[in-house]
């Protein structure tokens, strides 16, 4: 057997690819010469296919005049990578169109079979994509980056990004399957985003080709031998799956000879091996022990440098707290679920809480069938307002609603456009008025699943509920952290607002609230 195994062993040499010059700070990185295309356009449409979903699509909703048909130009005529992993808001942004309609679009056509969802957990640090997963079940609290080997919370709002590819059956791509793809576009095209920037706009990604000697796969059942010329640094190894991790650091007077360097392959790793070698060439062999094939890339980093220490942001990408808020996902996907025993945390969320006053008393005079057509046409109305402020309903409980939104002024725009809609609607019908009460608070929160519905958990729930019941008749109320939110004030100069400090049940501390009063009070 150890034989046989002995006779499966390959080498790879030292591999260059192409790439240009990247500074961090005082360090020049140079670029490489590149070998192999990094990807190609294959144009295999379904024609068919294509014409009877684009026909669905344009029946799904209202569009932008051309909306559908640039869409349409894209699946058609782009490269094999701008059809992967789609970020919705560089899609929109290059087109000049609106982001909430690109998004809406996708979701639609998502749900119409053009396009697959993918939802990815991105590193903060180095922008790989640590794991990525086609539905919202798989996500899950906590993630594991293999190279820089820091683990990290999940959560909606920060680096679980949502994005779309081209569906096989509408148009062949070479990124649907991995096993057409080199070693090379795997790793930095797949495992990787480019949505991670350095302070000039340079792709995070392409600085780290600057470093890259080898990226190569591992058959299973066999060894493999990498070899490096390497000049004086660290070394960093790691296996995308986390199966292996190294750190050399090379230093001293350059070897006459070839040195070898063993890496372990097969089980998880948390931490990098540490070790020495000098200057030169250096082969590092790895046994793959599993049944799968694995990879390896292995980064040369001069003296001096420390990723960590990267200006890094990212460019502004589609994420799960968006999405959540996102009504067309909601009414599109309701089987998406949270399947994470703990939830997936939020770290800001903008909840609104709306009620009707006196809604018992209402169907004891009009009637059951009567005032649940009322109650009926309400929702609708204040779905529309919910949607046209950025926000999505979250579920209806009796004659009441709540709500989500990303920014705490979307929400209070939301509450006074409301309270103006439900006044026009009562003039049409004075004998069967409707009486709104609405309640905001913002703060962190649980996404989990309750009752097979995406909900929010958690005490910032509790205190907006609580919030809302201390309004009366037409008021609108709204806690401080609401009040003292970036546009929140400006746009309140000219309604009556007091404020007052409450006591409310089960919260132990005092809040102070503030109440947006009609103009009648």
Not at 204 to 226: C, F
Request: some cysteine.
């Amino acid at each position: 057997m150890a034989a046989a195994r002995a006779a499966k062993r390959s080498v790879v040499p030292a591999t260059t690819f192409s790439t240009t010059a990247v500074r961090f700070g005082s360090i020049l990185l140079q670029p490489v010469v590149a070998r192999g295309p990094l990807w190609r356009c294959r144009n295999a449409v379904n024609e068919q296919l294509l014409d009877e979903r684009l026909a669905a699509l344009e029946k799904a909703r209202a569009w932008s005049p051309r909306l559908v048909s640039r869409l349409e130009s894209h699946i058609r005529t782009a490269d094999d990578r701008a059809l992967f992993r789609i970020n919705a808001f560089t899609f929109a942004k290059e087109r000049n169109l609106p982001e909430g309609e690109v998004i809406d679009l996708l979701l639609h056509s998502t749900a119409l079979g053009l396009f697959s969802m993918d939802w990815a957990l991105f590193c903060p640090q180095c922008c790989c994509v640590v794991e990525s997963f086609r539905s919202l079940k798989s996500v899950h609290n906590h993630y594991h980056c293999a190279f820089c080997q820091i683990g990290y919370e999940a959560a909606l709002d920060e680096y679980i990004a949502v994005t779309f590819t081209v569906s096989p059956v509408i148009r062949e791509i070479d990124f649907h399957d991995p096993e057409r793809l080199s070693a090379w576009n795997d790793f930095f095209k797949t495992r990787n985003t480019p949505d991670g920037v350095l302070r000039d706009g340079t792709p995070l990604v392409d600085a780290k080709a600057t470093l890259a000697r080898v990226v190569s796969y591992l058959p299973p059942g066999e060894t493999t031998s990498l070899e490096v010329e390497a000049s004086e640094g660290i070394i960093v190894g790691a296996c995308p799956q986390g199966k292996a991790g190294m750190m050399v650091s090379v230093t001293g007077v350059p070897a006459q000879a070839a040195q070898t360097v063993s890496v372990p392959y097969g089980q998880k790793v948390h931490a990098h091996a540490m070790s020495e070698a000098a200057p030169g060439k250096i082969v590092f062999t790895l046994d793959n022990q599993t049944s799968e094939r694995g990879m390896f890339v292995i980064a040369l980093l001069p003296p001096g440098f420390d990723l960590s220490s990267i200006p890094l942001r990212f460019v502004p990408f589609l994420t799960g707290k968006r999405l959540l808020t996102t009504q067309a996902f909601r009414d599109l996907f309701r089987s998406e679920v949270i399947k994470a025993s703990e939830g997936i945390g939020v770290k800001d969320i903008t909840l609104l809480f709306t009620d009707l006053k006196g809604s018992t008393a209402l169907y004891d005079r009009i009637g059951d069938l009567n005032a649940f057509a009322l109650v009926q046409q309400h929702f609708d109305l204040l779905q529309d307002v919910i949607v046209r402020r950025n926000g999505a309903i979250i579920k209806t409980i009796g004659d009441a609603v709540m709500a989500a939104f990303l920014e705490p002024v979307d929400a209070v725009a939301a509450a006074l456009a409301m309270r103006t809609e439900i006044a026009a609607f009562n003039a049409r019908q004075s004998d069967r008025p409707l009486i709104l009460k609405i309640g905001i608070h913002k703060g962190a929160a649980i996404a989990v699943t309750l009752n097979e519905r995406l909900d929010y958990f958690g005490q910032t729930v509790n205190i907006a509920a609580r919030v809302q019941q201390l309004a009366d008749a037409g008021e609108i109320f709204i806690s401080d952290d609401v009040h003292a939110a970036e546009g929140v004030q400006a746009l309140l100069c000219s309604q009556p607002v007091k404020s007052n400090v409450f006591k409310l049940r089960g919260v132990q501390q005092d809040l102070r609230v503030f109440c947006v009063a009609t103009h009648d009070d």
